[in-house]
């Protein structure tokens, strides 16, 4: 199985069902046996999470707040840095990186490009030279002129003018024609005289083309790595972190719910933020370099930062006021974040220890995701009216809930659901087999190396890993050999299956490692080198600052210095 996800021979998740034949063939579990672990309760959480993430695209709520983020930030290079990385990874706590990456890209070249434009036109008018054609501007976006021509409002567009749809007029091809052009009016005027621009000139726009192009570099992996690094924040933000939680109940089932919504939030956040901080400025080193006063323009705005902010400002005026579907899912979400951090926060007992977890764990973050999600397909998606007539009568169909079971069935993404119980029944298989007891009298001399050192080896290890292999596997094959080491070695398991699990999700080299990075690099302004240099350093940085999180905070948080009694009370066949 290892070898199958590795080269993906087949599809990943038909390697994940390989266990349901060899299993019972090879006489290692029965059939009911293997097929149960299939449908776990950290199952139950994904597909929970899951739900929540395609009522929020749906809806376009995230596009929302993004854009809210951007006006808040500004358009500085800096300044749009982090406010593309931070909203980047705040969205991918909750939504898939992969959603937020292809949502974010769009955004960060559409503002790069204005910004170019408006610079390049204002230095052709220092040249003396005008960056119109027949009194027409900046082709980039749509405009509308208020002068009437024959009655008809001309509308510019990308490629051509159109007059209410009719008589579009190529612009790209009236550029190329050497003898004639034509004016809004319909007037035929003399082609535009070729324009040598001065050496100066020619030197400051190359010089401009280059620091945009690098800039734009800098935006589309800043992008593409808030979205792995915010997917590490939160227990549903990617699969490895369900992961975690699925092996580590199979594996150790009396750890009494050692990690949940709340704890997983309390060590990874924090991590997060600085992963995000340092990625931040790495990015701005390589990209933008340290020239503050440029970088953040100390309180300055110029004509190109306006019309880059008016960009955006646009985009958010398209979305409207906030429809009532949107604010269903906005309160929603929110009670389903409030009812996971207080169902068993730690400090204190939770709502679920009081009312339904008195002798054992009955209520899960799997229950409250589900119990959220399905009233997705209860509320429906227009305000019910009261007293006045309705805006629909009984011949036309009620309206549409907040989610139909067609828009899940096209965006859930099923092979992953496959793919977790998979690593269960391989993690389950390894244990009724005997063989994770026998990989860990393997690993017993390790015992002799300072598990700090141990940390930090695996956790490259595993960053290396997974720039070539799917994350989810990765964590899938590791973290079983992971928890049968510390076992042996008697180190908490935790301490190594928390920082490699986060580390699965550092894959920053390669364009082929995670779809927020092939996203990145399809629209064409990077090159393999530029990412592989960018983020080899970084998987240095985030393996470092999960080794510092897990030894600092960690240790307080799970208590890590010390073995504890549940991880020698595996599983038994």
């Keep these: 199985m290892a070898l199958y996800w590795c080269t993906e021979c087949i599809p990943l998740a038909v390697t ?119 009194g027409l ?17 001309p509308k510019i567009k990308e490629n051509g003018i159109s007059f209410d749809g009719e008589n579009t007029i190529n612009m790209k ?26 050496p100066a000139a020619e030197d400051r726009r190359l010089k401009r083309e280059k620091r945009y192009l690098k800039l734009s570099k800098g935006m ?53 933020i600085l992963m995000l901080v340092l990625t931040w400025f790495w990015l701005q080193f390589v990209f933008l370099g ?24 646009d985009e958010y005026k398209k979305l409207g006021k906030m429809s009532f579907a949107e604010g269903c899912v906005l309160v929603n979400f929110t009670l389903l974040v409030l009812l996971w951090f207080t169902r068993e926060p730690g400090f204190m007992p939770g709502w679920a220890t009081v009312l339904f977890n008195k002798e054992k764990t009955y209520v899960s973050d799997g229950t409250v995701a589900i119990f959220m999600s399905t009233l997705f397909f209860c509320i429906p998606s227009v305000l019910p009216t009261c007293g006045r007539r309705l805006s629909y009568d009984a011949s036309t169909k009620p309206p549409s809930p907040l989610l139909t079971w067609e828009v899940v069935h096209e965006k859930f993404p099923w092979n992953i659901l496959l793919l977790l119980g998979g690593g269960f029944a391989l993690a389950h298989g390894s244990e009724v087999s005997g063989l994770s007891g026998w990989m860990g009298q393997m ?23 997974t720039e070539c292999s799917s994350n989810t596997a990765t964590t899938t094959l590791f973290l079983p050999i992971l928890a049968s080491m510390a076992a042996a070695i008697e180190i908490h398991p935790l301490y190594v299956m928390f920082p490699c699990t986060i580390a699965a999700s550092l894959a920053f080299m390669l364009p082929v490692a995670t779809p927020p990075n092939a996203i990145a690099f399809s629209y064409g302004n990077l090159k393999v080198m530029d990412m592989a240099r960018t983020g080899f350093i970084l998987n240095f940085v985030g393996v470092l600052t999960i080794n ?20 020698n009370s595996t599983k038994k066949p």
């Design 290 to 313: 340290f020239n503050l006063k440029k970088s953040f323009g100390c309180g300055s705005k110029s004509n190109n930062d306006m019309e880059a902010y008016q960009v955006i400002k």
């Design 220 to 272: 589309s992996l800043c992008v593409c790595y808030a979205a792995s690094i915010g997917g590490t924040a939160t227990l549903t933000g990617t699969t490895p972190n369900v992961i975690l939680v699925g092996q580590m109940d199979e594996l150790f089932p009396e750890n009494g719910d050692i990690v949940n919504f709340a704890t997983w939030f309390g060590f990874a956040f924090p991590n997060m």
């Design 443 to 465: 690993l017993t001399p390790l015992k002799n190396i300072p598990p700090f050192a141990i940390s930090i080896v695996l956790c490259l290890l595993v960053a290396m890993f």
């Design 16 to 134: 994940a069902l390989l266990p349901v034949i060899l299993f019972p063939m090879m006489g290692i579990m029965e059939a009911s046996e293997v097929c149960v672990q299939y449908l776990k309760d950290s199952n139950m959480l994904f597909i929970g999470g899951l739900l929540v993430a395609i009522a929020v695209e749906h809806w376009n709520l995230h596009k929302r707040i993004a854009l809210k983020v951007l006006l808040i930030v500004g358009v500085k290079p800096s300044l749009l840095m982090i406010g593309f990385m931070g909203t980047t990874a705040f969205l991918s706590m909750w939504i898939s990186n992969t959603a937020s990456t292809a949502m974010m890209l769009p955004i960060a070249n559409a503002v790069l490009k204005q910004l170019s434009d408006t610079e390049a036109n204002a230095d052709d008018a220092v040249d003396g030279f005008s960056p119109t054609m027949g």
């Design 137 to 153: 501007e900046n082709q980039a976006f749509e405009i509308e002129e208020s002068k009437q021509s024959n009655g008809k409002v």
């Design 173 to 198: 091809e009236i550029r190329e024609n050497n003898d004639n052009s034509v004016d809004p009016d319909h007037r035929v005027v003399p082609a535009m005289q070729e324009f040598h621009r001065s």
């Design 548 to 567: 510092l999180g897990i030894n600092t905070w960690g240790v307080a948080m799970f208590d890590l210095n010390n073995f504890p009694a549940w991880a």
